[in-house]
């Protein structure tokens, strides 16, 4: 095999090959596994529990097992990946509070317009292709009922040359979790109003660390006359 630098282009192929291989590394942990009930705990200040809520992308369905144990009443998930609905569908189906998960096989999808009062979308939009960018945007807008909300998290101001890997067999470069786009507060809130959001809440935080610990290490850095990082990004937006 020669070796040659290159930029890996992604398709679809490439990125399913890609999470295929990586999911079914045995210590891999997914985000919404880890910090789930954070995120409901910051987006319950602005949510109804009680409504309809729908996790967009909802993979092995951690944040749904969360959303039904904080008391959800109507929860939903959706995912392109036959495997993942599944899945989600066997382990919820005895729960009266879990109302299916869809499999998405083509945008629009089979999701009713206007139904969901919430919906989550955690840890994709940086993964999007352009080819998938707005018109997911777009499928989030239309499956949110007016006055309803998504709540989103994604890396922040994430440099994604610095997390490239090299293969070493062909030279490709890619970014180690296939993060294809970064976003800061001004440029997802500006994202999202074009798709009818308006911002609610958008904040970077550090989501992995218990809060007093960030809180000193913020603390520590701006005495040293570093500024902080906040390594996660939420935005919650309201449909106008």
């Not at 139904?115 to 840890?123: A, I, L, N």
Request: charged fraction near 25%; proline fraction near 3%.
């Amino acid at each position: 095999m020669d070796f040659k630098l290159h930029e890996v282009e992604w398709t679809d192929d490439k990125v399913a090959r890609f999470w295929d291989s990586f999911s079914a590394l045995p210590h891999l942990q997914y985000f919404a596994q880890q910090v789930g009930r954070k995120v409901i705990d910051i987006s319950k200040k602005y949510i109804d529990l009680g409504d309809k809520i729908l996790d967009y992308g909802s993979g092995k369905g951690f944040l749904i097992d969360y959303l039904l144990q904080y008391g959800g009443k109507h929860v939903s998930g959706c995912d392109f990946s036959e495997d993942s609905v599944k899945l989600v569908n066997a382990q919820f189906a005895d729960n009266k509070n879990f109302e299916g998960c869809t499999r998405i096989l083509a945008l629009p999808s089979e999701l009713p317009a206007d139904t969901f009062q919430s919906v989550y979308f955690m840890e994709t939009i940086e993964h999007l292709l352009d080819q998938y960018y707005e018109p997911t945007l777009r499928e989030i807008g239309r499956v949110v009922k007016k006055g309803g909300y998504v709540i989103i998290t994604t890396r922040n101001e994430e440099d994604l040359n610095s997390l490239k890997v090299i293969c070493p067999d062909c030279g490709a470069m890619f970014h180690r979790v296939q993060h294809v786009r970064s976003f800061s507060k001004a440029s997802l809130s500006g994202a999202m109003k074009e798709f009818g959001f308006t911002e609610v809440f958008c904040e970077g935080l550090d989501l992995g660390r218990n809060e007093t610990i960030a809180a000193i290490s913020a603390l520590y850095k701006k005495l040293r006359g570093k500024k902080p990082y906040a390594p996660n990004l939420i935005y919650i937006g309201k449909k106008q």
